[in-house]
């Protein structure tokens, strides 16, 4: 008798240990004893084992310190508490089948190997679906590798405190077209990188005290939009790319060494709308765009505000085409960085320029359109774009000295730098999306120009004495 009661005994306790099938972790007992165990080894990586192509696997409250090959179609969510700890050693997650779905973990402490990439979650097959997960502590956060027509959505990326020389991306992308990466916070990484991916759309993230908020490099046919990029060296940077979008975005504040809010270098067929630039060492900084002339790189509907200096150029860029956008209040609104021109890029086409803060003239006949040309011809703002150690000088009497003697002696007087011939005496209503989550005085200004175009009150001087008329051509190439 008591051999039966000990027989029936072990099967009661076999039966609470494995629930009710291999996959199905979420019975009332499992959830208790993973509540009980504050370290879990070789949980999750069984049931993974055990299951079948297309099983869902639920894993309960607890920290289990594995690392996951995930080797089939499966689907694996975490409940809330669920967290995979990394032991700060290798990688955490490896997806290595197509159609898998990892959500709702936190995924935490990797190794911190650069040559060996340490990551996070690392994809190695297409269709996979990240979702909703928080990746803390990781050297490399979301790296997809060959992973077309994945998503990647919802997750908090964050990474290790490291120099940021020493950092990995927050998310990767390395052959992996027609992705979705949408609705992401990425803080304290290296870069989100896009490389030789196709057809990408990067929508609805955050990106914040990274090196490089986005970057492209050989990525074509990508959309960006309803971005935030705050506080990074570079917001974004397009490298090598055909067939950029880049809309509705906010880059606000990103002041490292270069300090670009949006950088485009040797990129062609690019559309740049709706944008707010805020902020910044450089609002845009243009080299090599577009790479051929056939098509113009186009500029419109975006406040440029507050920045050092709102667009720089190399010397050499041609064929970009600026509209409609508003340049409010930059130290410089537009540079030519060494001895060039803006010969071959235009500041209106038809009736139609851009609204510069610091026009001098004004509107009689009250159409929205300047009565004499915008010309940008500051001998300081000339000598600081040949030598610009001279930027310490700004704000000092030597820049008034240097501005008064340009106003004196027209000799010394530069050539314009550029020439809007249909400047707007009233900001554009610009549609920039969500506005920023922390805006400082500067950016609660924007958002108000940006959404309603009215929220700066601006006094014009009238001073036409020395202005030439507005010229009425078709053109607007400096």
Same mark, same amino acid.
């Given at each position: ?5 000990? !027989?029936? /005994? ?5 039966? @609470? ?34 299951? =079948? ?49 990892? =959500?709702?973990?936190? !995924? ?24 909703? $997960? ?17 998503? @990647?959505?919802? $997750? ?27 609705? %992401? ?7 989100? @990188? ?10 609805? %993230? ?15 046919? @990508? ?9 990074? =060296? ?39 709308? $709706? ?26 509907? %975006? #406040? ?34 060494? +001895? ?37 011809? #500051? ?46 005496? +009233? ?8 506005? /920023? ?7 609660? =200004? ?26 009425? %051509? ?5």
């Amino acid at each position: 008798m008591r051999g039966h009661l000990a !027989i029936l /005994a072990a099967l009661a306790w076999a039966r @609470v240990g494995l629930g009710q099938g291999p996959n199905d972790m979420s019975a009332p007992a499992a959830r208790a004893s993973a509540a009980q165990t504050d370290v879990n080894t070789g949980v999750i990586g069984s049931r993974i084992r055990s299951a =079948s192509a297309g099983d869902t696997i639920r894993v309960p409250a607890g920290v289990y310190r594995e690392h996951l090959r995930i080797d089939k179609p499966l689907t694996l969510i975490g409940e809330p508490g669920a967290v995979l700890d990394g032991g700060g050693r290798g990688d955490i997650v490896e997806v290595a089948a197509p159609d898998v779905t990892l =959500s709702g973990f936190v !995924i935490r402490n990797t190794g911190i190997d650069l040559d060996h990439e340490n990551a996070g979650v690392r994809v190695m097959a297409p269709r996979a679906r990240i979702e909703n $997960n928080t990746l803390d502590d990781t050297l490399f956060g979301i790296d997809l590798r060959d992973a077309s027509d994945s998503v @990647v959505r919802g $997750n908090r990326v964050g990474g290790k405190d490291l120099d940021v020389a020493r950092r990995g991306d927050g998310i990767r992308l390395w052959r992996s077209d027609r992705t979705l990466v949408e609705g %992401n916070t990425i803080h304290d990484g290296r870069d989100a @990188v896009l490389w030789y991916s196709k057809g990408i759309t990067v929508r609805g %993230n955050t990106a914040e005290r990274c090196r490089y908020g986005f970057h492209l490099m050989y990525s074509d046919e @990508v959309t960006l939009e309803d971005n935030e990029v705050v506080e990074n =060296s570079v917001g974004i940077y397009l490298m090598y790319s055909t067939g950029i979008e880049v809309r509705r975005n906010r880059m606000i504040r990103n002041r490292g060494p270069s300090g670009y809010g949006l950088g485009l270098k040797e990129t062609d067929r690019f559309v740049v709308e $709706n944008n707010l630039f805020v902020g910044n060492r450089a609002g845009i900084y243009l080299d090599g765009s577009p790479f051929s002339p056939r098509i113009p790189g186009v500029f419109a509907r %975006n #406040t440029i505000a507050y920045n050092d200096v709102g667009a720089v150029f190399l010397p050499a860029v041609r064929g970009n085409r600026f509209t409609l956008n508003n340049f409010v209040d930059n130290i410089e609104q537009v540079a030519v960085l060494g +001895r060039g021109s803006l010969a071959g890029n235009e500041f209106w086409v038809g009736e139609t320029g851009n609204f510069w803060t610091d026009y001098q003239g004004y509107d009689q006949n009250r159409d929205g359109v300047g009565d004499f040309v915008h010309e940008s011809f #500051t001998l300081f703002e000339n000598l600081v774009d040949r030598h610009p150690k001279l930027r310490l000088l700004l704000f000092s009497p030597a820049q008034q000295a240097i501005e008064f003697v340009g106003r004196a002696i027209p000799a010394v007087r530069p050539e314009p730098k550029f020439i809007d011939e249909v400047p707007l005496v +009233r900001p554009v209503p610009v549609d920039a999306g969500r506005p /920023a989550q922390r805006p400082d005085r500067a950016g609660l =200004s924007l958002v108000a120009l940006a959404m309603g175009g009215g929220g700066l009150a601006l006094v014009f001087v009238a001073r036409p004495r020395g202005m030439a008329r507005r010229r009425r %051509n078709n053109g607007g190439a400096a």
